[in-house]
């Protein structure tokens, strides 16, 4: 399709649209719903804090939870509810011009960089890991990696022919290995104690 154009997606990128926003929602409200306990009561062990390093407790007090002065899982809550109503619109067969594409994806990108950031402050700062966070993070990873397969093969972002057949064809492999690359990064941080 011409860059200039409008786009629709096809039912499996709409799904996964849909399913990622519907993985990432009931995280951030998850988190959301723990953050109001923990402020009525400060001693409050969240359900999802199962071990030392399996702590959704010791992210939710830490500074990173709440880096831009209220609780990130209030992003979370626009940003996959956002994701989702997009997957539910393409699954209606809606068409969308090239900014709207090129937009999204920037938010996708935003996502990406936060995320990133989240990964290492919890990995290397906070020393713990939130699960409701690790399943934002595979649903923003997800939504990111096919949000630049799907500009990139309608032309709406530039690449070679090469990487325009390579993600026509392999779209899953970008997000497989970044989810691989974060899965061996736990892993390796907290070799010793899966291990003992």
């Known amino acids: 399709m011409a860059a200039a154009g409008r786009a629709g997606a096809g039912r499996a990128y709409a799904v996964l649209l849909v399913l990622a926003g519907a993985a990432g929602l009931p995280a951030s409200w998850g988190i959301t719903l723990d953050e109001f306990k923990l402020l009525e009561d400060p001693g409050f062990t969240p359900g999802c804090s199962l071990n030392p390093v399996v702590s959704c407790g010791s992210v939710m007090r830490s500074e990173q939870a709440s880096v831009f002065g209220f609780p990130n899982p209030t992003l979370g809550l626009v940003a996959y509810g956002i994701v989702l109503c997009v997957g539910a619109s393409l699954l209606a067969r809606a068409a969308f011009p090239r900014g709207y594409w ?59 022919a090469g990487v325009r057949d390579f993600l026509g064809e392999f779209a899953w492999a970008p997000p497989l290995l970044h989810i691989g690359v974060v899965g061996m990064l736990i892993l390796t941080r907290w070799w010793s104690f899966w291990t003992s």
């Open 102 to 160: 090129l937009t999204s994806t920037a938010g996708c990108l935003f996502g990406i960089g936060f995320v990133s950031w989240l990964q290492f402050e919890s990995l290397y700062r906070v020393n713990a890991l939130c699960l409701w966070c690790c399943l934002a993070w595979v649903a923003t990873i997800l939504a990111f990696w096919y949000a630049v397969a799907f500009d990139v093969r309608h032309g709406f972002l530039p690449a070679p």
